[in-house]
């Protein structure tokens, strides 16, 4: 199983919609998670980290599940700029603590 | 502020031939990182430096890539002899103390290996 999952997608979805991305992690010890944004042919960049409680940023809305070992991603009237692979990323601890990305999740947002 | 440089955007090269590549992280953060991103896949670490020291480099190939960073500022990362399945982006990215702050990423050196 690995470390971190996530469907590839692609979800393509009309101007406005709703869309949800989902991911799970196989290390219960896990405990930081991020959502990363990564636009093609551009670097990855950080669009939200995951709190325990869920946390929202404006049309964004992240949510954690622990018990499920599950994060997920909310978007709300999801704009054409939206457009783009979004990175489940998770911290494992440990003397070597790191950082491991999804594949992604590819988002294609149409008028 | 000036975000992780990195040189050079792009390289090709044949096939056994060394190759390297340069990064300069944002400043004052102590944390640098060197990933491999495949086409369609998310970023993989290859090594991960704590000032001028390597704390986690797991994942390098030691056979073929190595890296530096001398003075915990820039880094290189190398490959000799490059092969056909080294053709990748390799990212930068910096972070101030730690794995669990924001990673800052530089553009990237896409590399094609023939």
């Known amino acids: 199983r690995k470390e971190v999952e996530q469907d590839p997608g692609p979800f393509n979805v009309p101007e406005g919609a709703t869309v949800a991305f989902n991911c799970t992690y196989s290390n219960s010890a896990s405990q930081s998670f991020f959502w990363y944004r990564q636009d093609c042919r551009k670097e990855p960049k950080l669009l939200m980290s995951v709190y325990s409680s869920g946390n929202e940023d404006g049309r964004f809305t992240a949510q954690l599940n622990r018990a499920s070992q599950y994060i997920s991603l909310l978007i709300r009237d999801s704009k054409l700029s939206d457009s783009a692979t979004y990175l489940c990323v998770v911290n494992t601890p440990g003397t070597a603590s790191k950082l491991t990305f999804g594949t992604g999740t590819r988002l294609q947002v149409t008028l | 502020e000036a975000g992780v440089v990195q040189s050079p955007r792009y390289k090709i090269i044949e096939k056994k031939q060394p190759v390297a590549f340069w990064c300069n992280p944002i400043?004052?953060?102590?944390?640098l990182y060197w990933y491999r991103q495949n086409l369609g896949q998310g970023p993989e670490l290859l090594i991960r430096?704590?000032?001028?020291?390597?704390v986690d480099d797991s994942q390098l190939p030691k056979d073929r890539f190595s890296a530096e960073r001398l003075k915990g500022v820039d880094s290189t990362l190398k490959i000799q002899p490059a092969e056909l399945g080294d053709s990748a982006v390799y990212l930068c990215?910096?972070?101030?103390w730690g794995v669990g702050n924001e990673q800052f990423f530089g553009p990237g050196t896409r590399l094609t290996v023939l």
């Open positions: 990215a910096s972070s101030q």
């Open positions: 430096y704590e000032n001028e020291e390597a």
């Open positions: 400043s004052g953060h102590n944390t």
